[in-house]
């Protein structure tokens, strides 16, 4: 059973490592590893090899998951950065709304396109558009 918990190191380590995943049909390319820690694996893997059935599956069975601990934290990263945008995309466009609303009614109390312009920052084109 050690050969095959080496092995499976072994591949994993060669892909660049993929994700814990592989038991559920998916998987995930991880960022290429350096050197030197691809030797400090290749030598921690071999040692994982050396030992008993029970505590080679116990070592492989940390090493997931502080795997899946690190794909889970990528993961709030990303959902955080993805609200920051979302909410930031929200903002300008309801300023953008909020020019059309005011460039509106300047155009129903008679302003000139060109004030409207300078006031609000809009194109003049979409200002004619909304004289329709």
Same mark, same amino acid.
């Given at each position: ?61 940390? !090493?997931?998951?502080?795997? &899946?601990? +690190? /794909? %889970?934290? $990528?993961?709030?990263?990303?959902? #955080?950065?993805?609200?920051?945008? =979302? !909410?930031?995309?929200?903002? &300008?466009? +309801? /300023? %953008?709304? $909020?020019?059309?609303?005011?460039? #509106?009614?300047?155009?129903?109390? =008679? ?22």
């Amino acid at each position: 059973m050690g050969g095959r918990l080496s092995g499976e190191w072994e591949r994993k380590r060669k892909n660049g490592l993929r994700s814990p995943f592989w038991k559920q049909g998916k998987t995930r390319r991880l960022a290429p590893i350096p050197a030197v820690t691809a030797k400090r694996i290749k030598k921690f893997g071999d040692e994982v090899s050396q030992m008993e059935t029970k505590e080679a599956k116990q070592v492989m069975e940390l !090493i997931i998951s502080y795997e &899946q601990r +690190g /794909i %889970e934290k $990528g993961i709030q990263q990303g959902v #955080k950065q993805g609200i920051k945008q =979302g !909410i930031e995309q929200g903002r &300008q466009k +309801g /300023i %953008e709304e $909020g020019k059309i609303d005011i460039a #509106k009614k300047m155009l129903a109390k =008679g302003y000139d396109v060109g004030t409207i312009h300078e006031l609000t920052g809009l194109p003049a084109e979409k200002i004619e558009q909304l004289k329709k």
